[in-house]
């Protein structure tokens, strides 16, 4: 799903000390503090996340950057001459998706390695998106004249607000694929190997796919899949499938997932932040640098804005 901005929300500060998941490693004292205790949540949550606390640290951060963005896209098109309406229009138009996922399933989550709640899945019955047609964008007062001048010029106004923040997304994405890797690797350890076994037996019982049974994963995908069907067939028919037979539908296979994958998600839960402890400090000379290069991304975001207002 293509990511779009969000309202702005306080960044979470440079300085900000994090414990690894409120405890120590396995073995070690709770509250210990570790050498995440220098690392910015921010950072952390959005590129290495290891806990449910980190990835919402992680959306805040990259909601401020997304905001400041916005606003030197805004003011990019109306210096261009353009009005409110054109403006509306050209970040709703550069930023619309075939698709927009419905309110309701389980936010801040990375159900894939087992970071999700399964008390928010159980109570509201939602663990995958259900997508709904995108409306397109007001052109209420716009003239086709307007209308071809504001999408001639939407890119280059996008592309300039966005610079500032290149060097943090390409630095933050290129530290993600590691850490991507390290759970990888984690997931492929004995304990948790077995344990997935586990899973895979209840889910197939329960009446899940050979395909949807091999991971958390490969789970969230397959039920994306099978509750989205409808909506993805009718682009091509232009009706609107139902909603409810859909949430009872994501409904039915959320209390599976929890049952069949809630011992590995604990698994899980346990053991990311031991994995990430030692991730950074294999890899701190290169967080730290991205941590620097965050820092100057947003009194650079900040400063451009304030400029131009």
């Known amino acids: 799903m293509t990511t779009t901005l969000r309202p702005a929300r306080a960044l979470a500060a440079i300085a900000t000390a994090i414990l690894a998941a409120g405890c120590g490693a396995a073995g070690q004292g709770p509250g210990l503090r570790t050498a995440l205790g220098q690392t910015d949540a921010g ?19 990259q909601q401020t950057t997304g905001t400041l963005e916005r606003e030197l896209f805004e003011v990019c098109i109306k210096n261009l001459g353009f009005g409110p309406r054109a403006q509306a229009f050209a970040y709703r138009n550069l930023n619309l998706i075939p698709f927009q996922a419905m309110n309701g399933y389980t936010q801040n989550q990375q159900a894939s390695v087992g970071l999700v709640s399964l008390q928010s899945i159980t109570q509201s019955g939602m663990l995958a998106p259900l997508y709904m047609m995108a409306r397109p964008p007001d052109t209420t007062g716009l003239s086709q004249a307007e209308l071809r001048a504001v999408q001639a010029d939407q890119w280059r106004c996008w592309s300039k607000s966005t610079e500032p923040t290149r060097a943090l997304f390409r630095q933050g994405e290129a530290l993600g694929r590691q850490w991507y890797s390290a759970e990888v690797r984690l997931m492929n350890t004995a304990k948790v190997k077995a ?23 490969q789970f969230i995908d397959w039920l994306r899949a099978v509750v989205n069907r409808a909506e993805f067939r009718s682009r091509a028919f232009g009706s609107q499938p139902s909603v409810q037979p859909r949430m009872q539908l994501d409904a039915h296979w959320s209390q599976i ?10 698994l899980m839960q346990r053991l990311l932040p031991g994995a990430q402890q030692t991730f950074v400090q294999a890899h701190f000379g290169q967080l730290t640098a991205l941590e620097k290069t965050a820092a100057r991304t947003i009194s650079a975001l900040e400063h451009l804005t304030e400029r131009q207002f």
């Not at 950072?43 to 992680?58: E, L």
């Not at 997932?257 to 604990?266: A, D, H, I, R, Y």
């Open 43 to 61: 950072v952390v949550g959005a590129y290495i996340p290891a806990t449910m606390s980190q990835i919402a640290d992680g959306a805040d951060f």
């Open 195 to 217: 344990a997935t076994k586990v899973f895979k037996s209840c889910a197939t019982r329960a009446g899940a796919p050979r395909t949807a049974s091999e991971s958390l994963g």
């Open 257 to 266: 997932f929890t049952k069949c994958g809630g011992p590995l998600v604990l």
